[in-house]
T-cell receptor, first 115, second 115 residues
Framework: AQKVTQAQTEISVVEKEDVTLDCVYETRDTTYYLFWYKQPPSGELVFLIRRNSFDEQNEISGRYSWNFQKSTSSFNFTITASQVVDSAVYFCALRGANTGNQFYFGTGTSLTVIP | DGGITQSPKYLFRKEGQNVTLSCEQNLNHDAMYWYRQDPGQGLRLIYYSQIVNDFQKGDIAEGYSVSREKKESFPLTVTSAQKNPTAFYLC??????????????FGDGTRLSIL
């Protein structure tokens, strides 16, 4: 079975604080792909990052960083020095190599950054 | 610019009426998807299509129908059998499945309401 869990439904932080969004996944595939998307109030989903199951190297892109740990089946996303423009719903998604073109999304985490 | 175009942005349905949501892409992607998003919830898969003239039901296909007569187009019809159609509908696409690492690209969505 393929499943993605984002246990944090809503998070509020004050501007400039750091915040981590959690993502835990389940899959029987040995090869799989993990994604993070951002959904601003306008509605469209914007792709942020992809990680392959055979690449556990963490990644940093500006104020964003991602921590992929296969041992705990987690792919967490940290925003450093948060800004009001970071306010959005963030989705974690999974795609297994053996499940063809299907993607499995978590329920999303709504982040509000308070000025 | 390449992308996915969904229309209309807002749509209102009368009781007993079928309505069709348009999704067009010029990315030359093979796979296309329809998701439904309810307030505060994640994305639920309605239908997806991997090639022309072929499509599969997702988790919540009842009350919906699709067609894939052209690679570029994947319209979704919300039938009168769908008793609770009020939601935000997102169309997505992906390139050919060459290892699974390709993310989905999303349209801007259509908000459907009942009159």
């Amino acid at each position: 079975a393929q499943k993605v869990t984002q246990a944090q439904t809503e998070i509020s932080v004050v501007e400039k604080e750091d915040v981590t969004l959690d993502c835990v996944y389940e899959t029987r595939d040995t090869t799989y792909y993990l994604f993070w998307y951002k959904q601003p109030p306008s509605g469209e989903l914007v792709f942020l990052i992809r990680r392959n199951s055979f690449d556990e190297q963490n990644e940093i892109s500006g104020r964003y960083s991602w921590n992929f740990q296969k041992s705990t089946s987690s792919f967490n996303f940290t925003i450093t020095a948060s800004q009001v423009v970071d306010s959005a719903v963030y989705f974690c998604a999974l795609r297994g190599a053996n499940t063809g073109n299907q993607f499995y999304f978590g329920t999303g985490t709504s982040l509000t950054v308070i000025p | 610019d390449g992308g996915i175009t969904q229309s209309p942005k807002y749509l209102f349905r009368k009781e007993g009426q079928n309505v069709t949501l348009s999704c067009e892409q010029n990315l030359n992607h093979d796979a296309m998807y329809w998701y439904r998003q309810d307030p505060g919830q994640g994305l639920r898969l309605i239908y997806y299509s991997q090639i022309v003239n072929d499509f599969q039901k997702g988790d919540i296909a009842e009350g919906y129908s699709v067609s894939r007569e052209k690679k570029e187009s994947f319209p979704l019809t919300v039938t009168s059998a769908q008793k609770n159609p009020t939601a935000f509908y997102l169309c997505a696409s992906t390139p050919p499945f060459l290892g699974g690492h390709q993310p989905q690209h999303f349209g801007d969505g259509t908000r459907l309401s009942i009159l």
